[in-house]
């Protein structure tokens, strides 16, 4: 089985280069909505 870590990481380069990511995953590739994506939940996100 394959084992996972969650870990937080605090700063906002590192949450500016989590929303870079999703960005272009999610928005860019997969067509989901930016409203959607960057609902501004990430405090509440794991």
């Known amino acids: 089985m394959t084992e996972y870590a969650i870990r937080r990481y605090p700063g906002e380069a590192t949450i500016a280069d989590a929303h870079r ?9 997969q067509d989901v909505s930016e409203a959607e994506e ?9």
């Open 21 to 29: 990511v999703r960005r272009i995953v999610f928005i860019d590739e």
């Open 38 to 46: 960057m609902d501004g939940r990430d405090e509440d996100a794991v």
